[in-house]
């Protein structure tokens, strides 16, 4: 797996990890949004048991429901992906993809 392209400074606090209150208070926004606009929706994942309790002893160790840090992480991935996208295509090509699929 690749190092991260840009890390965050974290610092571990009995057993949990300080963010960066800006990441925090963003993916705290995008989570409650997406709470909010969810009348149907779900995602399957099918993992192996090995992937599942990697998931989970990570969502232990930020003290957190393993759900609720599979949304925080993908949330905060899918947003440096879609920055960095967007830095490297240019204005031209930013605003394609937003609409099609964009919501489901």
């Not at 392209?5 to 208070?25: A, L």
């Not at 002893?57 to 920055?83: M, S």
Request: no cysteine; aromatic share 4%; charged share 30%.
């Amino acid at each position: 797996m690749a190092a991260p392209r840009n890390p965050r400074e974290m610092k571990v606090v009995s057993e949990r990890i300080e963010e960066d209150p800006e990441v925090s208070d963003l993916v705290s926004r995008l989570e409650a949004e997406a709470d909010s606009e969810v009348l149907t929706g779900s995602v399957t994942l099918r993992w192996g048991k090995a992937q599942i309790a990697v998931v989970k002893r990570a969502a232990a160790i930020l003290g957190v429901p393993y759900q609720t840090y599979l949304k925080q992480v993908v949330f905060r991935q899918a947003i440096e992906d879609i920055e960095h996208a967007e830095a490297v295509l240019g204005p031209e090509r930013r605003s394609e993809g937003r609409g099609r699929g964009a919501r489901g």
